[in-house]
């Protein structure tokens, strides 16, 4: 079991950055990969960037991509999304998630893929 608890949402202005963490509970941190959604109001929750167990695999959704930046610290239990050069319509709830992977590298894209969800964080990105 994995417990997830995201933080450092919040209102920012276009061109700004916020950096999210998420602590993971639990001695297996190392052994799931992680992931980043994100869901804005009216619409489906999406992917925003993936990260494998070791941290050397990393993918990213083409909307984020060469603005946001995933990484994890497995000694602390954390995983990060820094954002920079926020636009509004980054605007939404930002969740990271957990999928135990055991022996795999690989990370994963797809929202049911994973097994552990966090409450998400709000981010509000004004123009």
């Known amino acids: 079991q994995v417990q997830l608890v995201e933080s450092g949402g919040g209102l920012v202005q276009a061109g700004e950055s916020l950096r999210l963490s998420c602590a993971a509970s639990?001695?297996?941190?190392?052994?799931?990969?992680m992931g980043w959604f994100r869901q804005a109001p009216g619409k489906e929750r999406e992917f925003v960037a993936a990260?494998?167990?070791?941290?050397?695999?990393?993918y990213y959704a083409l909307s984020v991509k060469g603005r946001f930046t995933i990484s994890r610290d497995n000694a602390k239990n954390m995983v990060y999304l820094r954002m920079d050069n926020l636009k509004p319509e980054d605007t939404a709830v930002y969740f990271c998630?957990?999928?135990?992977?055991?022996?795999?590298?690989?990370?994963?894209?797809?929202?049911?893929?994973?097994?552990?969800w966090g409450q998400g964080t709000r981010v509000t990105v004004s123009s």
């Open positions: 990260i494998n167990r070791s941290g050397g695999a990393i």
């Open positions: 998630a957990a999928k135990l992977t055991l022996h795999s590298p690989t990370y994963y894209t797809s929202s049911d893929e994973y097994d552990y």
């Open positions: 639990g001695r297996t941190f190392s052994s799931h990969a």
